[in-house]
């Protein structure tokens, strides 16, 4: 589902100038997204801004052929995976309550089979008439979410409720509803960031990573309903919504925590960077330079830590197990040999000699490698993008069985 493609339907009221700004705040986000318009609402806020701030044509008449020919009203209903209305003015409320449909917009809010998010914008007096109130109920009834209005200065001079949410509030909104719970009631096991295997008091050898990727999947598991629990390395990220994170420094700490949390999950995701090797021998003080004669090198013996994911699909049950790999040449053939060696479900393989994708940036381009030889590529997304996708197949596979 994601990205997300929300159909933003703005009627004709004062806050729909803030529509372009909203339009930027969701794509920040990484939905598509596409606006239709009433006629009333073009008379607040240009249709050429809106199309230039989202980079898709914008909709306005129901009975333009060129406009239809593009892509028609049933079509536009269809393709939405939500539909958005704000600013939804009192007579927009209205109309949606009754079932009319004698605009684009009335009628695509008819036509759609997508969730329905309102974010009313109205005089204080004309939100609080008992006629908009019962059309609210009405809607509400019908699953019809709503956002705001939020308290204080409004256009028309008056105090009070009314003023639109904040476009940022707005999104956050937007990326809860709707969003099937297609994992209640399934535990999810992550790892993420990179070890760091302890030299001494103070130093230790890390492996490079962000910890992005897996706080993203964290972070979609979450969105979709399932209990996780977020196994953290070296990394300075803050903690996703609705994730119980345990903080674990060298490989040693991942795995036990791994172990501790391993028969309750149902799918295990390691997207962990983790130290292959760590010092054998670690000094509880700091090594000082004056203790080697004559500016004498340091050898650092280092022995192998153990392969949590081959040791954990070892005795996989009936979860699902996802690894990953980061390979600087020869992606696929490395992620084949990965995949046979470790055992696991399915190995998410990325090159990380490109520059726009892996290592600390937002996106990334992945491989999915299944067992079966399949390799599926996907296009450079936005890690949040790439988790989705991979919870998509994870829940097929599932359902598979
Ligand atoms: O062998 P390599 O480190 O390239 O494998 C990467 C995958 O194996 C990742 O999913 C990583 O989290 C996991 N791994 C592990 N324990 C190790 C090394 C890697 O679980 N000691």
């Given at each position: 589902m994601d990205p997300r493609r929300i159909l933003l339907a703005i009627s004709g009221g004062i806050a729909?100038?803030?529509?372009?700004?909203?339009?930027?705040?969701?794509?920040?986000?990484?939905?598509?997204?596409?606006?239709?318009?009433?006629?009333?609402?073009?008379?607040?806020?240009?249709?050429?801004?809106l199309q230039a701030v989202s980079g898709e044509t914008v909709r306005r008449d129901l009975f333009d052929a060129g406009e239809e020919g593009e892509i028609d009203h049933i079509g536009l209903a269809d393709w939405a995976d939500l539909v958005l209305v704000a600013p939804a003015t009192a007579n927009l409320l209205a109309k949606m309550a009754a079932g009319l449909a004698d605009d684009l917009?009335?009628?695509?809010?008819?036509?759609?089979?997508?969730?329905?998010?309102?974010?009313?914008?109205?005089?204080?007096?004309?939100?609080?008439?008992?006629?908009?109130?019962?059309?609210?109920?009405?809607?509400?009834?019908?699953?019809?979410?709503?956002?705001?209005?939020?308290?204080?200065?409004?256009?028309?001079?008056?105090?009070?409720?009314?003023r639109m949410?904040?476009?940022?509030?707005?999104?956050?909104?937007?990326?809860?509803?709707?969003?099937?719970?297609?994992?209640?009631?399934?535990?999810?096991?992550?790892?993420?960031?990179?070890?760091?295997?302890?030299?001494?008091?103070?130093?230790?050898?890390?492996?490079?990573?962000?910890?992005?990727?897996?706080?993203?999947?964290?972070?979609?598991?979450?969105?979709?309903?399932?209990?996780?629990?977020?196994?953290?390395?070296?990394?300075?990220?803050?903690?996703?919504?609705?994730?119980?994170?345990?903080?674990?420094?060298?490989?040693?700490?991942?795995?036990?925590?791994?172990l501790a949390e391993f028969d309750e999950a149902s799918i295990v995701i390691k997207a962990a960077a983790v130290a292959d090797f760590r010092p054998i021998e670690v000094s509880g003080r700091k090594i000082k330079k004056e203790e080697l004669a004559g500016g004498a090198s340091l050898t650092l013996e280092l022995v192998q830590n153990p392969d949590i994911l081959q040791e954990i699909s070892a005795r996989k049950g009936d979860r699902t197990i996802v690894g990953f790999a980061a390979e600087s040449h020869?992606?696929?053939?490395?992620?084949?040999?990965?995949?046979?060696?470790?055992?696991?479900?399915?190995?998410?393989?990325?090159?990380?000699?490109?520059?726009?994708?892996?290592?600390?940036?937002?996106?990334?381009?992945?491989?999915?490698?299944?067992?079966?030889?399949?390799?599926?590529?996907?296009?450079l997304l936005p890690k949040p993008g790439v988790a989705a996708q991979l919870f998509d197949r994870i829940e097929k596979l599932r359902e598979g069985r």
């Open positions: 729909a100038y803030k529509a372009p700004e909203l339009v930027r705040t969701l794509r920040r986000a990484d939905h598509v997204v596409r606006c239709a318009l009433t006629p009333e609402a073009e008379r607040f806020v240009s249709p050429l801004s917009v009335s009628t695509v809010l008819l036509a759609t089979r997508a969730p329905i998010l309102v974010a009313p914008a109205m005089n204080v007096n004309m939100w609080s008439h008992p006629a908009t109130q019962a059309n609210l109920a009405v809607l509400r009834d019908r699953g019809v979410a709503v956002v705001g209005p939020d308290s204080g200065e409004l256009a028309c001079g008056w105090e009070g409720i009314g949410s904040d476009p940022s509030v707005i999104a956050v909104a937007a990326a809860a509803h709707g969003v099937p719970p297609t994992l209640i009631g399934t535990r999810v096991l992550v790892t993420a960031g990179g070890t760091a295997e302890p030299i001494d008091a103070v130093r230790s050898v890390t492996n490079r990573s962000s910890g992005k990727m897996g706080f993203a999947i964290a972070n979609e598991a979450a969105r979709r309903g399932a209990e996780v629990v977020l196994v953290a390395g070296v990394t300075s990220l803050p903690t996703p919504f609705g994730v119980r994170r345990v903080d674990v420094r060298s490989a040693l700490e991942m795995r036990a925590a791994v020869d992606v696929l053939a490395a992620a084949k040999r990965k995949l046979s060696r470790k055992g696991c479900d399915l190995i998410v393989a990325n090159d990380i000699s490109r520059s726009d994708a892996g290592f600390d940036v937002d996106e990334n381009a992945v491989l999915f490698v299944w067992p079966s030889g399949e390799v599926e590529e996907l296009p």
